[in-house]
């Protein structure tokens, strides 16, 4: 039997979900579908615009089986590690047969030929990389940069094909294929081109506007009519009536007094102990929350040629969530996976069976209290850390709405049929 991993943040779903989710199925032959998806905060350093029990509902609604938690230290990390985590899960079920993820490129030859190189590193790739970073290149450019020199200098591909690199669902394709070649997976990767606006377009008045358009018109209107024929059913009236109970929208400048208050109570030495603060950022930090007066204030005054605007806000959100270094890399080379369970429907009831029978020491947390019995001191470590992400996103709700503040345990995971 197939069963499709798809692995997502759903911030929110929209009609280009919903088309991959049916495409994947189509391209795969796929029985069942298992979601690896971020929880409260996601990859671009931010908290999700609603709650991860609420994208689960959205999710099983429009297709999916079942839903497992990214754990929080790697859903708000680099492309490489967030992938690392995801395969890792997936491999971990037993299950997973194929990957299929949304890309630019829709080309799945061409990404993999791409991860071949990043994978390996050959020597003269090595090379040129090192000779972009030492120019002040961020790591990304860096590596777009002596990809193209690489594929030029020895004829691998066309130059066409290597500037895939260059977009965000083809970087994160090509990260999935290579923790793919890492973990010596089975697991086969597809790919479905990505259909309606660009990953960072704005524009929401497009038939199918990307989640940053969405989250942006949020942002600046209420919530009414011209978003619902921009999103699935259950997608846009699990929104609404979280809108209108006082659960969301929450955006990305709702951290600023809290983080402020916390950077400016930090040394430098302490800052320096949270993921991805490095390379002297600690001061940058400092200094631009003297003088910050809201969020993109803050975050303006640390941006620099080093610095982009993604590496600033995942690391601004690290210092917020208190998610430490030492934690992160002690998590990434020696964390056994373990399966935060946050929705199924009767099919994925009966694939967390099957996942169960290939693998009985696989630790598959479906009750929240139960769940801290069911795990070793690393995986403790990081279930803590996620549900501490939980507590900070519920009291944005609490601040800014005054709806009554929650924990995780308060929470039931979602099983459909309701």
Do not use: W
Request: hydrophobic share 40%.
């Amino acid at each position: 039997m197939n069963i499709c991993g798809i692995v997502t943040e759903y911030n929110p779903l929209h009609l280009g979900h919903a088309y991959q989710i049916e495409a994947a199925k189509t391209t795969t032959n796929a029985q069942g579908v298992v979601l690896i998806m971020s929880g409260n905060f996601v990859q671009r350093g931010e908290p999700a615009v609603i709650n991860k029990y609420l994208r689960t509902q959205a999710a099983l609604h429009t297709g999916v089986d079942l839903v497992l938690e990214l754990p929080t230290y790697f859903a708000t990390a680099s492309a490489e590690y967030f992938s690392h985590m995801a395969i890792k899960l997936l491999n971990a079920t037993g299950i997973t047969t194929h990957l299929n993820f949304g890309s630019e490129s829709g080309l799945i030859d061409d990404l993999v030929q791409i991860a071949d190189v990043l994978h390996n590193e050959p020597i003269g790739f090595r090379y040129l990389l090192n000779e972009y970073l030492s120019t002040g290149d961020t790591f990304p450019k860096a590596r777009e940069k002596a990809l193209f020199k690489y594929v030029h200098n020895h004829h691998l591909m066309s130059v066409e094909t290597a500037k895939a690199i260059k977009t965000p669902n083809n970087i994160l394709g090509i990260e999935y294929i290579k923790a793919l070649k890492r973990h010596n997976s089975k697991i086969i990767p597809t790919t479905v081109k990505r259909i309606g606006s660009e990953y960072h377009d704005e524009n929401s008045t497009t038939t199918i506007p990307s989640a940053t358009a969405i989250r942006k018109y949020l942002r600046e209107h209420d919530m009414h009519t011209p978003l619902s024929d921009k999103l699935p059913i259950y997608s846009y009236n699990i929104l609404e009536n979280a809108i209108h109970s006082g659960e969301g929208p929450i955006f990305y400048d709702m951290i600023f007094p809290f983080l402020k208050y916390k950077i400016l109570a930090s040394t430098p030495e302490v800052l320096r102990t949270y993921q991805d603060v490095n390379e002297g950022l600690e001061y940058k930090i400092i200094e631009a929350a003297l003088h910050a007066f809201d969020y993109d204030s803050l975050v303006n005054k640390i941006l620099s040629k080093r610095y982009t605007r993604t590496k600033v806000a995942r690391a601004l959100l690290h210092i917020y969530l208190g998610h430490d270094q030492k934690t992160f890399e002690l998590l990434s080379a020696k964390m056994k996976p373990y399966l935060k369970v946050l929705g199924f429907n009767p099919k994925g009831q009966e694939m967390l069976k099957a996942i169960k029978k290939y693998d009985e020491d696989l630790p598959i947390i479906v009750n929240i209290r139960q769940g801290c019995k069911q795990l070793d001191d690393l995986q403790l470590l990081s279930y803590k850390a996620d549900l501490n992400s939980t507590l900070h996103y519920n009291h944005l709700i609490h601040f800014y709405y005054g709806t009554k503040m929650k924990n995780e345990f308060e929470t039931p995971i979602i099983r459909l049929p309701l």
